[in-house]
Antibody
C-alpha cells in the first residue's frame, strides 16, 4: 500500500525549533518530488516547501530562511526542519507526493498521496 | 502573487449537480487540480490536469478550465460528497509556486 506517515509534531515555544519526518512506503520514494503543505485550524491549504528528486528545494517567502526540507532516499524519508517558529506557523503539516515520477528535473504535478498530518503548535 | 478565488460555500440537494468555480487570471493556460477534504482528514485528489480523474474517483466528478475560470462539477451528488474542495495550480512567477484556492464548503441539503 502506498503510504505517507508524518511524525514529530508537538508544542514548541516561539523562536524554537522542530523537525518533522515523513516515512514513505509502497513506492519508489527516490523517483518522486515531495512536498510539505500546512493547514491552520479552520483555514485553507498552504504550500510550505518542495524537494525534487535531485535534491533541489523550493520555499515561499513566508518560510524561506527558517524552514529546510530534505530527503534521505535510503530511508524513504522526508524531513522538514523548522527554526525560528512563530505563532503563525501553528498548523497541521502534511507531507504529499506528486503524482508522476520524475528523473531529475523538477516537474510540478498534482499531489496524489497525502499523509494523515502532524500538528505543530507554537505557543508560550 | 497568483490568487485563486472560490465561493465560500455551495449547497446542493442529493441527486442534483454541484458546480464549484475557481477564478484566476488566465487560469485557462494552467493545469488545475482539485482536492476534496472531509473534516479531520487529509485532502484527496479528485481531478488533475483540468479534467482527468485518478483511479478510484467516481465519474460523477469532472472538471473544465477555460479563460479565467476553472470548474469542478459533481453530478448526482451524494451525502458523502459533503466536504471542502480546493483548486490548485502551479505558478512559476508566484511566491507560492504551488497555489491553492480559498476553498469551498459543499453542503448536501
Amino acid at each position: 500500500e502506498v503510504q505517507l506517515v508524518e511524525s514529530g509534531g508537538g508544542l514548541v515555544q516561539p523562536g524554537g525549533s522542530l523537525r518533522l519526518s515523513c516515512a514513505a512506503s509502497g513506492f519508489t520514494f527516490s523517483s518522486y518530488d515531495m512536498h510539505w503543505v500546512r493547514q491552520a485550524t479552520g483555514k485553507g491549504l498552504e504550500w510550505v516547501s518542495a524537494i525534487g528528486t535531485a535534491g533541489d528545494t523550493y520555499y515561499p517567502g513566508s518560510v524561506k530562511g527558517r524552514f529546510t526540507i530534505s530527503r534521505e532516499n535510503a530511508k524513504n524519508s522526508l524531513y522538514l526542519q523548522m527554526n525560528s517558529l512563530r505563532a503563525g506557523d501553528t498548523a497541521v503539516y502534511y507531507c504529499a507526493r506528486e503524482r508522476s515520477p520524475t528523473t531529475g528535473k523538477f516537474l510540478p504535478d498534482a499531489f496524489d498521496i497525502w499523509g494523515q498530518g502532524t500538528m505543530v503548535t507554537v505557543s508560550s | 502573487s497568483y490568487v485563486l478565488t472560490q465561493p465560500p460555500s455551495v449547497s446542493v440537494a442529493p441527486g442534483q449537480t454541484a458546480r464549484i468555480t475557481c477564478g484566476g487570471n488566465n487560469i485557462g493556460s494552467k493545469s488545475v487540480h482539485w482536492y476534496q477534504q472531509k473534516p479531520g482528514q487529509a485532502p484527496v485528489l479528485v481531478v488533475y490536469d483540468d479534467s482527468d480523474r485518478p483511479s478510484g474517483i467516481p465519474e460523477r466528478f469532472s472538471g473544465s478550465n477555460s479563460g479565467n475560470t476553472a470548474t469542478l462539477t459533481i453530478s448526482r451528488v451524494e451525502a458523502g460528497d459533503e466536504a471542502d474542495y480546493y483548486c490548485q495550480v502551479w505558478d512559476s512567477s508566484s511566491d507560492h509556486l504551488f497555489v491553492f484556492g480559498t476553498g469551498t464548503k459543499v453542503t448536501v441539503l
